[in-house]
């Protein structure tokens, strides 16, 4: 009935907006920064600036290497990769029982 090993964690709140237009937001990103080279907006904060430089180095590798754009444009992430890893390995797992039982 009550288990201490197996207890349940609570659910995470995982909110996926219904109306979510990435290019909108990209685009919204660069005329942000257009104005901010203008002179036209406010500078950065710190820590917007931290985040800004964070998510120009990830692109920047994402379009340098060819498997990670490829997975980026199938829309794959690491969680899905994880995913196909684990069954991957669990296939394996399961040929070589198989082939062991069938050789002895």
């Not at 009935?1 to 237009?21: A, E």
């Amino acid at each position: 009935m009550f288990s201490y090993y197996h207890v349940r964690k609570p659910r995470q709140f995982d909110h996926k907006p219904i109306y979510w237009d990435p290019h909108k937001e990209e685009m919204e990103k660069r005329l942000q920064r257009i104005k901010r080279e203008l002179g036209q907006s406010e500078p950065l904060t710190p820590e917007e600036s931290k985040e800004e430089y964070n998510e120009e180095i990830k692109n920047a590798f994402h379009e340098g290497t060819s498997h990670l754009k490829r997975s980026k444009e199938k829309g794959n992430n690491p969680r899905t990769r994880e995913y196909k890893n684990v069954k991957l390995i669990l296939a394996l797992v399961v040929l070589a029982v198989i082939l062991w039982y069938l050789m002895h």
